[in-house]
């Protein structure tokens, strides 16, 4: 009996999607994004199964490699569409006490909080202007916080930093995290800029003003949006050292890989 070789399939089985790769991600498999091939109606945890097929080098990552649709964070049940966006990459900068883009990257207001703002720069950060545009005349206090590049890191000396994000999805979380602050903290105004590129010492790379009736709301709000912002916002961080380079990663429990559950409350 002759064996039929299987059919192969037809275009209309296949959708095509934009592949994003970033930070240690795009270095591992040394490109930023590709035209990728799934089968119609696959869903973002069979998607992120193909692309480590086609990427073996990314598993080096294990469970702690994000995947986004569309600017989004994806559950594994998903479905993906064809031409839809998906970004593939490790745990955001993090940090703890231990592609830069080309132009201004952009800025969001948060829709229902006039004066809040969310902004992504490559340019120097001014502090203060940053910071008085979140007084208004009925809050009592505002908290700033001025975070910079520093030059020794666990006994290392940096020559410099180099700050990437992938700016649609940053700014949209960004705005997020501003909502959720307006629900945990009785704040009135809050604003963040991060910078982006290639920092020296020294300078400015985010900037966090929370504006308040009284000033514990505004100290509190500040350091929980600090924190949420490396746990969950997608911009990287790479220390450039005398001997060496390395890409910045937190911790990778914020967002789970497709196929488990999400929370950002």
């Known amino acids: 009996m002759t064996k039929v070789a299987p059919k192969p399939p037809s275009q209309a089985d296949q959708i095509h ?18 035209d990728f091939i799934l089968r119609a109606g696959a869903t973002a945890a069979e998607a992120l199964k193909a692309v480590l097929e086609k990427y073996p080098e990314l598993r080096r990552f294990g469970r702690s490699l994000l995947f986004a649709v569309n600017q989004e964070y994806a559950r594994g049940d998903r479905l993906i569409e064809n031409g839809d966006e998906l970004a593939v990459f490790p745990p955001v900068s ?10 201004s990257a952009g800025i969001l207001p948060a829709s229902a909080y006039s004066n809040d703002f969310f902004e992504l720069t490559t340019e120097a950060i001014d502090v203060g202007s940053v910071a008085r545009r979140v007084v208004p005349p009925e809050c009592g206090a ?17 020559l410099y930093l180099v700050y990437e994000a992938y700016a649609p999805m940053a700014l949209s979380e960004l705005q997020r995290l501003g909502r959720e ?22 300078e400015t790379s985010v900037v966090i003003s929370v504006s308040a009736p009284h000033r514990r709301a505004a100290f509190e709000a500040c350091e929980w949006a600090i924190r ?5 916002v997608p911009i990287w961080k790479k220390e450039v050292f005398e001997d ?3 890409w910045v990663e937190g911790e990778s429990g914020a967002n789970s890989p497709p196929g488990e559950s999400h929370h950002h409350g």
Not at 228 to 232: A, G, N, Q, W, Y
């Open 17 to 34: 999607v934009r592949l994003l790769f970033f930070g240690a991600a795009r270095d591992a498999v040394n490109n930023d994004e590709v």
């Open 181 to 202: 602050a307006h629900e945990h903290f009785e704040i009135a105004h809050l604003c963040i800029v991060h910078r982006t590129g290639k920092l020296a010492i020294g």
């Open 228 to 232: 949420e912002l490396k746990r969950t």
């Open 142 to 158: 505002s908290v700033t916080l001025d975070g910079y590049a520093r030059e020794w890191t666990s006994g290392r000396r940096t």
């Open 94 to 103: 993090g940090g703890s006490d231990n592609r830069a883009d080309a132009g």
């Open 244 to 246: 060496g380079e390395v």
